[in-house]
């Protein structure tokens, strides 16, 4: 391969994947494009992922676990007050003056409280909450297929729609891994309509977005419990999922919309254990009659209503402007060329939201090619990149969560239903904190990866003369490497 | 095991198992004269700058050499008085305080046989204990300790070393097991390393460089306020000062201590420190040296304290790949030289003396017209030291622990 290819093949692996590792620089090639379209043709399932629960059995799990824990502190909350009973007569006796013997009553209930709590809590906390391993688990498997990639141009698609849908480990630990196989990666190389039907499905996003509970004030649920809507799915659909925000649709589309989603919702856990958790059409929910969204009506009277719905939002020319956009902002630039969104808003309107084709529209397009690395990592692709770095493919996933944690992007936790943004002004300031976690890093892995061959073979020697220098006069292998993670050249893309 | 799994497990977490130390770490032929000594490694890396450590400020040509970047018994702070030739950095009036009992020994122009200037060479020379780099993949003391338990007496399951860090240091691996303990504090990126970086950014990416220096600024300012939070369990939430240095140098080396203290634990130990190569704003009266020495004096104190009773049993020697040159460079530090110092502390020691064959430090007196000239063998003060503190013999010394040696005499009266 000439230099020229070389550098090509590594701003191929920076920009479009998951960061240079052992061999990937061959397997780029002297074809880029072609490469990173031919990784598309390649099946996206974890095979790993065969072991792990589905969404909703994972989600019973953790129900179940906590309906024991509920019982167990009861059970242990009322054997504390029967000891307690038994053994208050005698303590009261002992009491001279009327004051301090209700004082004393007063104290000594407090203090029987407190050790009622106590047993409850403890009693509870013996059983321990399944939710944490199982997002562990599903975090290494995500995290080890980044790692495994050739290229990792259709990890980072999978990362991407994960974020753009994104849901809360911290609102629903149980079902976030899950969630991102069932509903994101299955549809994330396949129509932009059949993505956003899987993810508005979803119980974790149904349970993330408030939306169990809505009901329409019309409804038979609504009418005998005086409850009624939430808005806030229709909402972020609309906003962030779809449209764009200030793309034209008004208070009204929202509350109409809102109604025709009533009704979503999942199989409560503990009536079904064979599917509880899982998505359901609760009609007792759902607002009667028709609703009108963004000028046109929508007469179905069940969940068809909302499927409808969503399939015209898909189509929307507002939609295809709002997707390209993200998409070209993610790993292009923070302004990407006007050109380039334009035609990927054309794939994605000519191919009815062909998620495959507006990627190869993207790298088949030299505006995602010719501007300089400008783009900075985030921070779960740098972490990522340093490990491919040294040829690892297996982590800790304690260790490794806590890391992204530690910079910012913790993984499946965004702040808000927007994700984690994708601009460089984000993250630029926590350049400091990566410091620390490449020290970290580079201490770990001192033993087993040397800086030197790491730019030799990984990197094709690709890499400014400053940083070589830099590496080459380190008064450590530890400090090479830290300086070599913390360049330039592996933090742009 | 940082965010990998599968790193080699040769090495045993010490933390919480007791079990570890169910027989006892005693060398043989100390036991048997009623002594129980104690052997401490520590490895500066980096290249220690011996002349801003301790300075010949009764050297004539000592001012003219340093400049006002020199070291002076009227300097602010003033330096602290060894004898009439020689002063202490003021960072480490704990390093003083046993000198002046008799509990610290510094050897001054010393150096291992290494005279390249490659960092990873000449650590490899330190603590191999080789004549040349590349050699061989133990170290010294591990060698030493395996002979100590030859001879016929072996303990069935084997002597044990302790390392100290998630990378154990080479001067204690090899055949005898090591057990290692990793501190809980994150050791943060040495100024050294974030000076470098930030050169780096200058020259590739200005507005990283804007960010980093940045950073750099609040932790200087946090270490000037002192609000810096060493003992946070999160230190990674702390601003990455001086503070959180010194927090970990005295964390590893107070458990260090704490461990080879147990009446059943580890007999010898090793552990690195990293940052002292220090080619840009060396700051040895003020700044990067001195913060750092200020932490090593620190750790110091946490290893006389936590070795209790241990303490009169204990030797601790502090050794450096190679020193730096004599005089500043450009950019207000030095670059890599030759000769440096050795820091010698313990209950254990005949100390409060400076050991130096001293060279002088006029240009012609300069090894290569560019660093302290090396007059002592950096061996000759080990061999002295495994020879009549952890009784491992002469010739074992000269053929296994430090081959090809045998011309490098042990140096005699280093241990009370």
């Given at each position: 391969?000439?230099?020229?290819?070389?550098?090509?093949?590594?701003?191929?692996?920076?920009?479009?994947?998951?960061?240079?590792?052992?061999?990937?620089?061959?397997?780029?090639?002297?074809?880029?494009r072609?490469?990173?379209?031919?990784?598309?043709?390649?099946?996206?399932?974890?095979?790993a992922?065969?072991s792990?629960?589905?969404?909703?059995?994972?989600y019973?799990?953790?129900?179940?676990?906590?309906?024991?824990?509920?019982?167990?502190?009861?059970?242990?909350?009322?054997?504390?007050?029967?000891?307690?009973?038994?053994?208050?007569?005698?303590?009261?006796?002992?009491?001279?003056?009327?004051?301090?013997?209700t004082?004393?009553?007063?104290q000594?209930?407090?203090?029987?409280?407190?050790?009622?709590?106590?047993?409850?809590?403890?009693?509870?906390?013996?059983?321990?909450?399944?939710?944490?391993?199982?997002?562990?688990?599903?975090?290494?498997?995500?995290?080890?297929?980044?790692?495994a990639?050739?290229?990792?141009?259709?990890?980072?698609?999978?990362?991407?729609?994960?974020?753009?849908?994104?849901?809360?480990a911290?609102?629903?630990?149980?079902?976030?891994?899950?969630?991102?196989?069932?509903?994101?990666r299955?549809?994330?190389?396949?129509?932009?309509?059949d993505?956003?039907?899987?993810?508005?499905?979803?119980?974790?996003?149904?349970?993330?977005?408030?939306?169990?509970?809505?009901?329409?004030?019309?409804?038979?649920?609504?009418?005998?419990?005086?409850?009624?809507?939430?808005?806030?799915?229709?909402?972020?659909?609309?906003?962030?999922?779809?449209?764009?925000?200030?793309?034209?649709?008004?208070?009204?589309?929202?509350?109409?919309?809102?109604?025709?989603?009533?009704?979503?919702?999942?199989?409560?856990?503990?009536?079904?254990?064979?599917?509880?958790?899982?998505?359901?059409?609760?009609?007792?929910?759902?607002?009667?009659?028709?609703?009108?969204v963004?000028?046109?009506?929508?007469?179905?009277?069940?969940?068809?209503?909302?499927?409808?719905?969503?399939?015209?939002?898909?189509?929307?020319?507002?939609?295809?402007?709002?997707?390209a956009?993200?998409?070209a902002?993610?790993?292009?630039?923070?302004e990407?060329?006007?050109?380039?969104?334009e035609?990927?808003?054309?794939?994605?309107?000519?191919?009815?939201?062909?998620?495959?084709?507006?990627?190869?529209?993207?790298?088949?397009?030299?505006?995602?090619?010719?501007?300089?690395?400008?783009?900075?990592?985030?921070?779960?692709e740098?972490?990522?990149?340093?490990?491919?770095?040294?040829?690892?493919?297996?982590?800790?996933?304690?260790?490794?969560?806590?890391?992204?944690?530690?910079?910012?992007?913790?993984?499946?936790?965004?702040?808000?239903?927007?994700?984690?943004?994708d601009?460089?002004?984000?993250?630029i300031?926590?350049?400091?904190?990566?410091?620390?976690?490449?020290?970290?890093?580079?201490?770990?892995?001192?033993?087993?990866?040397?800086?030197?061959?790491?730019?030799?073979?990984?990197?094709?020697?690709?890499?400014?003369?400053?940083?070589?220098?830099?590496?080459?006069?380190?008064?450590?292998r530890?400090?090479a490497?830290a300086?070599?993670?913390?360049?330039?050249?592996?933090q742009?893309? | 095991?940082?965010?990998?799994?599968?790193?080699?497990?040769?090495?045993e977490?010490?933390?919480?198992?007791?079990?570890?130390?169910a027989?006892?770490?005693?060398?043989?032929?100390?036991?048997?004269?009623?002594?129980?000594?104690?052997?401490?490694?520590?490895?500066?890396?980096?290249?220690?700058?011996?002349?801003?450590?301790?300075?010949?400020?009764?050297?004539?040509?000592?001012?003219?050499?340093?400049?006002?970047?020199?070291?002076?018994?009227?300097?602010?702070?003033?330096?602290l008085?060894?004898?009439?030739?020689?002063?202490?950095n003021?960072?480490?009036?704990?390093?003083?305080?046993?000198?002046?009992?008799?509990?610290?020994?510094?050897?001054?122009?010393v150096?291992?046989?290494?005279?390249?200037?490659?960092?990873?060479?000449?650590?490899?020379?330190?603590?191999?204990?080789?004549?040349?780099?590349?050699?061989?993949?133990?170290?010294?003391?591990?060698?030493?300790?395996?002979?100590?338990?030859?001879?016929?007496?072996?303990?069935?399951?084997?002597?044990?070393?302790?390392?100290?860090?998630?990378?154990?240091?080479?001067?204690?691996?090899?055949?005898?097991?090591?057990?290692?303990?990793?501190?809980?504090?994150?050791?943060?990126?040495?100024e050294?390393?974030?000076?470098?970086?930030?050169?780096?950014?200058?020259?590739?990416?200005?507005?990283?460089a804007?960010?980093?220096?940045a950073?750099?600024?609040?932790?200087?300012?946090?270490?000037?306020?002192?609000?810096g939070?060493?003992?946070?369990?999160?230190?990674?939430?702390?601003?990455?000062?001086?503070?959180?240095?010194?927090?970990?140098?005295?964390?590893?080396?107070?458990?260090?201590?704490?461990?080879?203290?147990?009446?059943?634990?580890?007999?010898?130990?090793?552990?690195?420190?990293?940052?002292?190569?220090?080619?840009?704003?060396?700051?040895?009266?003020?700044?990067?040296?001195?913060?750092?020495?200020?932490?090593?004096?620190?750790?110091?104190?946490?290893?006389?304290?936590?070795?209790g009773?241990?303490?009169?049993?204990?030797?601790?020697?502090?050794?450096?790949e190679?020193?730096?040159?004599?005089?500043?460079?450009?950019?207000?530090?030095?670059?890599?030289?030759?000769?440096?110092?050795?820091?010698?502390?313990?209950?254990?020691?005949?100390?409060?003396?400076?050991?130096?064959?001293?060279?002088?430090?006029?240009p012609?007196?300069?090894?290569?017209?560019?660093?302290?000239?090396?007059?002592?063998?950096?061996?000759?003060?080990?061999?002295?030291?495994?020879?009549?503190?952890?009784?491992?013999?002469?010739?074992?010394?000269?053929?296994?622990?430090?081959?090809?040696?045998?011309?490098?005499?042990?140096?005699?009266?280093?241990?009370?």
């Amino acid at each position: 391969m000439s230099n020229s290819a070389k550098t090509e093949a590594v701003l191929t692996l920076h920009r479009f994947g998951m960061g240079p590792r052992p061999g990937s620089i061959a397997a780029v090639g002297t074809d880029p494009r072609g490469a990173l379209i031919a990784e598309l043709d390649r099946p996206l399932v974890l095979s790993a992922a065969a072991s792990l629960p589905t969404s909703a059995k994972a989600y019973r799990t953790v129900a179940d676990a906590n309906a024991r824990r509920t019982a167990r502190a009861k059970q242990a909350q009322q054997q504390a007050k029967k000891q307690q009973m038994a053994a208050a007569p005698a303590a009261s006796s002992d009491q001279g003056q009327a004051q301090a013997q209700t004082e004393g009553q007063a104290q000594g209930y407090s203090e029987q409280k407190d050790a009622a709590e106590m047993a409850a809590k403890q009693a509870a906390d013996a059983i321990p909450d399944p939710g944490r391993p199982i997002y562990l688990q599903e975090a290494k498997l995500r995290t080890e297929a980044a790692l495994a990639a050739d290229i990792g141009f259709a990890e980072r698609l999978v990362w991407f729609w994960s974020n753009h849908f994104c849901v809360s480990a911290n609102r629903i630990q149980s079902m976030s891994g899950a969630y991102e196989r069932e509903a994101v990666r299955a549809n994330a190389l396949g129509r932009f309509v059949d993505l956003l039907q899987a993810v508005e499905g979803h119980p974790a996003m149904l349970f993330y977005l408030d939306h169990l509970e809505s009901m329409g004030a019309n409804s038979t649920a609504g009418i005998n419990r005086s409850r009624g809507l939430n808005e806030n799915f229709a909402r972020e659909i609309m906003e962030l999922h779809t449209l764009g925000v200030r793309t034209g649709y008004t208070q009204d589309d929202v509350i109409s919309f809102a109604n025709v989603l009533t009704g979503w919702t999942l199989v409560p856990p503990g009536a079904d254990p064979q599917h509880g958790g899982e998505f359901t059409f609760n009609p007792r929910l759902h607002e009667p009659g028709g609703q009108t969204v963004l000028g046109k009506r929508y007469e179905q009277d069940d969940a068809e209503q909302g499927r409808a719905v969503l399939r015209d939002l898909a189509a929307h020319p507002a939609t295809a402007t709002h997707v390209a956009t993200k998409l070209a902002r993610h790993f292009v630039a923070d302004e990407p060329p006007p050109a380039l969104v334009e035609q990927m808003a054309k794939t994605f309107r000519d191919t009815e939201g062909d998620l495959k084709q507006v990627a190869i529209t993207m790298v088949s397009s030299d505006d995602a090619w010719r501007g300089p690395p400008s783009k900075l990592k985030r921070p779960g692709e740098w972490v990522v990149g340093m490990v491919r770095a040294t040829g690892i493919t297996q982590v800790d996933p304690v260790r490794f969560t806590g890391g992204q944690e530690l910079l910012g992007e913790a993984l499946w936790r965004p702040p808000a239903p927007k994700g984690y943004p994708d601009d460089e002004a984000s993250w630029i300031d926590g350049v400091g904190r990566r410091l620390d976690v490449a020290n970290y890093f580079a201490e770990r892995i001192t033993g087993m990866a040397d800086p030197q061959v790491i730019i030799e073979d990984v990197f094709a020697s690709q890499v400014a003369p400053e940083v070589k220098q830099a590496v080459g006069r380190a008064e450590s292998r530890q400090q090479a490497l830290a300086l070599l993670f913390m360049s330039a050249d592996f933090q742009r893309r | 095991m940082g965010f990998v799994d599968h790193l080699p497990t040769r090495r045993e977490l010490l933390v919480g198992s007791g079990a570890l130390f169910a027989w006892s770490q005693m060398p043989r032929i100390a036991r048997a004269e009623g002594r129980d000594p104690r052997l401490l490694a520590i490895v500066l890396r980096g290249a220690l700058d011996g002349l801003g450590a301790v300075a010949p400020v009764g050297d004539p040509d000592w001012i003219s050499l340093r400049g006002d970047r020199a070291l002076v018994l009227d300097g602010k702070p003033p330096a602290l008085p060894l004898d009439s030739f020689f002063a202490l950095n003021p960072a480490m009036p704990n390093l003083h305080r046993l000198y002046r009992t008799g509990k610290a020994a510094i050897v001054h122009a010393v150096a291992t046989p290494y005279r390249d200037r490659s960092h990873f060479d000449g650590q490899d020379v330190l603590e191999s204990g080789m004549s040349k780099p590349g050699v061989t993949a133990s170290g010294w003391l591990n060698r030493a300790l395996l002979a100590l338990e030859s001879g016929g007496r072996v303990d069935p399951r084997g002597s044990r070393a302790l390392g100290i860090g998630s990378v154990t240091p080479l001067v204690v691996r090899g055949a005898a097991p090591v057990m290692t303990w990793v501190p809980r504090k994150l050791l943060p990126a040495s100024e050294d390393t974030q000076n470098r970086l930030l050169d780096l950014y200058q020259h590739t990416d200005p507005k990283l460089a804007t960010v980093l220096q940045a950073r750099m600024k609040l932790a200087s300012l946090d270490g000037a306020m002192g609000t810096g939070d060493p003992m946070s369990d999160d230190p990674t939430l702390a601003p990455p000062g001086i503070a959180r240095v010194r927090a970990y140098f005295a964390e590893a080396a107070g458990t260090a201590a704490r461990y080879l203290a147990k009446a059943d634990g580890p007999r010898v130990g090793a552990m690195g420190f990293v940052g002292w190569d220090t080619h840009i704003a060396e700051g040895a009266a003020s700044g990067q040296l001195y913060n750092l020495l200020g932490a090593l004096d620190g750790a110091f104190a946490a290893i006389e304290s936590n070795m209790g009773e241990a303490w009169r049993e204990t030797v601790v020697a502090v050794v450096t790949e190679f020193g730096r040159t004599a005089r500043i460079n450009g950019t207000q530090g030095t670059d890599h030289g030759t000769g440096t110092v050795a820091f010698l502390i313990g209950g254990a020691l005949s100390g409060g003396r400076v050991i130096a064959d001293w060279p002088g430090l006029k240009p012609a007196q300069l090894f290569e017209d560019r660093d302290l000239k090396p007059t002592t063998d950096l061996r000759s003060v080990l061999k002295g030291l495994l020879r009549d503190h952890l009784r491992v013999e002469e010739a074992v010394l000269a053929d296994a622990v430090f081959p090809g040696s045998a011309d490098v005499k042990p140096m005699g009266g280093l241990v009370a």
